[in-house]
């Protein structure tokens, strides 16, 4: 299988090719079909171009080989990499239009406070090109197989529970891989002070219902005292309903260790 560098090695070499090797090789290789929508250089070509990339790197990735964007009807909870938790290596849908409905796929290259860098297919007048991409285009991302991860990706045991923290969180329950707790009270934040990623929209969390729900306590997704009681006794931290330093470092070694 294909590693990280060998997929930003191949997509560096396409920089300013146009779109014909890309769609030609879709359609002869992997669907005939797909040939109506050839239109010369007018030819929506981004995801045949990731597609490209993934099978010239043997690299395998859900949804792909595709010819279109994908959005959430595509893609499972549970699969999903949230835009604030992406990285380098990970493939990036976006919306332009904010109607929830993929526009544009790229290869992301970069990771920012900001956004992204993204190596994309059909762009800067129809070739392919790097090009930075704000947060508030995005929809989400996913992420490829690569030979080289490990599948653990060892956090920092640093006593904060950050979006990195928080994305092994939702990979462990198996909800939307986003890096933020969301829908939270602000009541709770004593509770919690040690957990950073933290926002106040919306009805609760779908990672803290699960947590909730595995540690055996009212699932009512907001994290307060009785989550971080609970929480405290399944990783062995003291028992007091504060997530501070010592919680969160353990927390973050029982994720390290699963």
């Avoid at 090789?25 to 239109?39: A, E, F, H, L, R």
């Avoid at 699960?210 to 907001?222: E, F, R």
Wanted: include cysteine; glycine fraction near 12%; charge should be negative.
């Amino acid at each position: 299988m294909g590693t990280k560098a060998d997929i930003l090695r191949v997509a560096n070499a396409q920089l300013g090719c146009d779109g014909s090797r890309y769609w030609n090789w879709y359609t002869d290789s992997v669907n005939p079909s797909q040939g109506q929508y050839i239109n010369g250089n007018a030819t929506p070509y981004c995801a045949e171009y990731i597609s490209w990339l993934l099978v010239a790197t043997n690299t395998p990735c859900i949804y792909f080989p595709n010819p279109c964007a994908f959005d959430y009807r595509d893609i499972s909870e549970s699969q999903r990499v949230g835009k604030y938790a992406l990285e380098v290596g990970d493939i990036v849908s976006y919306d332009w239009d904010s109607d929830s409905t993929g526009d544009h796929v790229g290869l992301v290259i970069e990771t920012h406070s900001w956004g992204i860098v993204a190596n994309e297919g059909n762009t800067n007048g129809g070739l392919v090109a790097n090009r930075e991409r704000y947060f508030s285009d995005i929809l989400f991302g996913i992420r490829p197989d690569y030979s080289d991860s490990d599948g653990k990706n060892l956090l920092d045991v640093d006593g904060w529970i950050g979006p990195k923290s928080v994305v092994r969180m939702q990979q462990w329950l198996g909800t939307e891989q986003d890096g933020i707790i969301s829908g939270q009270a602000k009541s709770d934040d004593a509770y919690r002070p040690n957990v950073t990623a933290v926002d106040y929209y919306g009805q609760g969390s779908n990672m803290v219902r699960a947590l909730q729900h595995y540690i055996g306590v009212d699932d009512d997704g907001y994290w307060g005292y009785r989550t971080s009681y609970g929480l405290q006794w399944l990783i062995g931290a003291k028992l007091d309903g504060y997530f501070g330093p010592e919680s969160a470092r353990k927390l973050q070694e029982y994720l390290n260790a699963l």
